[in-house]
């Protein structure tokens, strides 16, 4: 089965602080993504990567930066974090190869609080 | 282009049949089907691809109108455990998701014994 993990399912931070959340698959997945997901909107992709160092802007990349020094890991970085950025926040990964059907496997999630 | 899906929410008897359906305007290469349960991740269900036919797990079945830009997810006898919220995505820019999904905004569906 595929895994994903991200490291912690419930942080609260201040506004202004610097937060990194972290994202783990382990089946050796091209592709990783981060969206947030609010009610009544869904969920909206943040950013997304398909290679290692590469990082591409998704539909709400403001106030948000990734990085993806490893293949089976992807962080999502607020520099400064806001109130309007308490949400939950889910990582996801799938497989890139042409002809392969892309299959997003989530993570458990991260509920952030900024206060 | 975010997709539409309907209805917003719909409450059933265990054994009854749901159809939840989720339109997009803009031209399809795939749809993708996750249930949720609450404070769960969303788990997949199905990848539906344009020419492909319509595809079923046990009870719960979806199709694709490439005409029509929509896709519905079939699900038949309804049992508690299909209680969660039904989110379809859709490509963004490339076909088949590899730059991410647009999802819709979900479908609460609950069941009651």
């Known amino acids: 089965d595929v895994k994903v993990t991200q490291s912690s399912r419930y942080l609260v931070k201040r506004t202004g602080e610097k937060v990194f959340l972290e994202c783990v698959q382990d089946m050796d997945h091209e592709n990783m993504f981060w969206y947030r997901q609010d009610p009544g909107l869904g969920l909206r992709l943040i950013y997304f990567s398909y290679d290692v160092k590469m990082k591409e802007k998704g539909d709400i990349p403001e106030g948000y930066s990734v990085s993806r020094e490893k293949k089976e890991r992807f962080s999502l970085i607020l520099e400064s974090a806001s109130t309007n950025q308490t949400s939950m926040y889910l990582c996801?990964?799938?497989?890139?190869?042409?002809?392969?059907?892309?299959?997003?496997?989530f993570g458990p999630g991260t509920r952030l609080l900024v206060l | 282009q975010q997709p539409v899906q309907s209805p917003q929410a719909v409450i059933l008897r265990e054994g009854e049949d749901a159809v939840i359906n989720c339109s997009s305007s803009?031209?399809?290469?795939?749809v993708h089907w996750y249930r949720q349960k609450h404070g769960e991740a969303p788990v997949f269900l199905m990848i539906?691809?344009?020419?492909?036919e319509q595809k079923g797990h046990e009870k719960i079945s979806a199709s694709f109108n490439e005409k029509k830009q929509q896709s519905s997810l079939y699900l038949t006898a309804s049992q508690l455990s299909y209680s969660g919220t039904y989110f379809c995505g859709t490509d963004r820019i490339r076909g088949g998701g590899a730059d991410g999904l647009t999802f819709g905004k979900g479908t609460h569906l609950i069941i009651q014994p």
């Open positions: 996801a990964s799938s497989l890139l190869s042409p002809g392969m059907l892309k299959t997003q496997y």
């Open positions: 803009k031209a399809l290469y795939s």
């Open positions: 539906l691809l344009k020419g492909g």
